[in-house]
DNA sequence: TTCATAGTTAAGTATAGAATGAAGTATTCC
DNA sequence: GGAATACTTCATTCTATACTTAACTATGAA
């Protein structure tokens, strides 16, 4: 048991295969070449680590044409990247230090596959505050005003609930260090503002963009001023 | 960001500190002499190691006279070690691998500072069984015959509710693979049970034993035969 | 068909950093 | 006091494995 981890240990403690682990934090699939660029090293350098990861199960991968995706073979593993994202920490925000000096991934970024950084924040603050869902115990709980206004926005409560993934669960995020909201809502609402062209990804990171569009619709359902 | 994240990885990506992780998600405090014993080798390395642990606040170190006792520094690191124990692939219990064959470890851990394995699934399994807590959109409530339950048993629910730490979430345990109490509920449990010798701790394992006297008190309190 | 791009495989090298050996400081116990 | 134990520091050695160079297959486009 001990020697297993410690295999999987090693394999994730490697720098070039942390920064792959890193970059697909993002929730996304990348490319092998992809990878090597945002890793800084050769292809065959980075094919020779994607095969350790895939022989581990750490990764899986689809062939496209002449490109190969990889992405996490499974939630289990993101966790144990986000929760080493969530050793780093938190850069001290001065008055010197303003927003604007911090590159925008920290913003505005997808944790895995919901929506972080302050944004995620600001949005799960919102919905407290209007009492869409209802903190109990350091969990997530859906009112029925909730219910209803969820199915107004456009999302199937009942259907999500259905599904086997945790259906809402607060995700301390690493770069915010307070609760927002994961589980499969968050991935809906971060789905629905993709599709809805709210926002945008960005390539070969893991922030995102709000579009004009995006900005309107934050301030209408959220009161947020992006 | 990333770089500080490669490094984190790097950290306890080596093999003997992958051990010494290991060894600590215990949830105890242990002296350099034992990790070193435990991660098999010499009093100097793990000096070193721990030196580079320490440094990197992963973890803190308490000193008793000529003895240094190391331990986490936070739930985050142990949260990153249980994450990567959770990878490792579930062992195949055929009718062949008996029960019998295994280290006890897999039947009546701790989980950092709860109690795990076989016996936490199953004290949860009956806590659930009696309406003693209720499962609700994967998190576990208090019901109100409960917190009657837990005041006889001489927990005080209110005090742990006041504590910052979350007071009472499930716990994916990487052994069972199954949903039991972690949280300050979680640990109240086991501080009980240490305290009134229903279970002791043994010497360089994360395996508890459990005494006479819990046999009677686990059948007594939780219809669990041990 | 030919060229370009995406990715892999294999053999050889280089080096970071883990382990070792020797010598030191504290602390406890007799 | 002296011996034993717990732990650390530093200089040196060693080695695992990441990376490179080179040659390969496969897909797609011109």
Redesign the pocket.
């Known amino acids: 048991m001990e020697d297993q981890f410690i295999k999987a240990a ?1 394999l994730i403690g ?3 295969r942390a920064s792959i682990m890193w970059t697909l934090l993002d929730g996304r699939a990348f ?4 990878l ?1 660029i945002s890793a800084n ?12 990861l895939l022989e581990a199960n750490l990764l899986c ?1 689809e062939k496209q ?5 990889y992405r996490f073979s499974n939630k289990e593993v993101a966790y144990v990247v986000e929760s080493m994202a969530n050793l780093i920490p938190k850069p001290e925000i001065s008055s010197k230090n303003k927003p604007e000096n911090y590159p925008p991934v920290k913003y505005c970024r997808t944790c895995y596959d919901h929506l972080a950084g302050k944004i995620g924040v600001a949005l799960t603050d919102s919905l407290l505050e209007q009492k869409i869902i209802i903190e109990k115990n350091n969990t997530f709980e859906i009112s029925s005003e909730g219910k209803k206004w969820f199915s107004d926005f456009g999302i199937n409560i009942e259907e999500a609930q259905k599904q086997k993934r945790i259906f809402l669960k607060p995700c301390l995020d690493w770069s915010e260090r307070r609760n927002h909201i994961a589980g499969s809502i968050g991935t809906l609402l971060l789905n629905k503002m993709l599709n809805e062209d709210w926002i945008r990804r960005t390539a070969n990171s893991r922030a995102i963009v709000i579009t004009g569009k995006g900005e309107k619709e934050f301030l209408k359902y959220f009161k947020i001023v992006v």
Chains 1, 2 share one sequence.
């Open positions: 090693a490697d720098p070039t490319t092998a070449t992809e090597a090293t050769s292809p065959q350098n980075i094919s020779m680590h994607l095969g350790k991968v044409g002449r490109h190969k995706y």
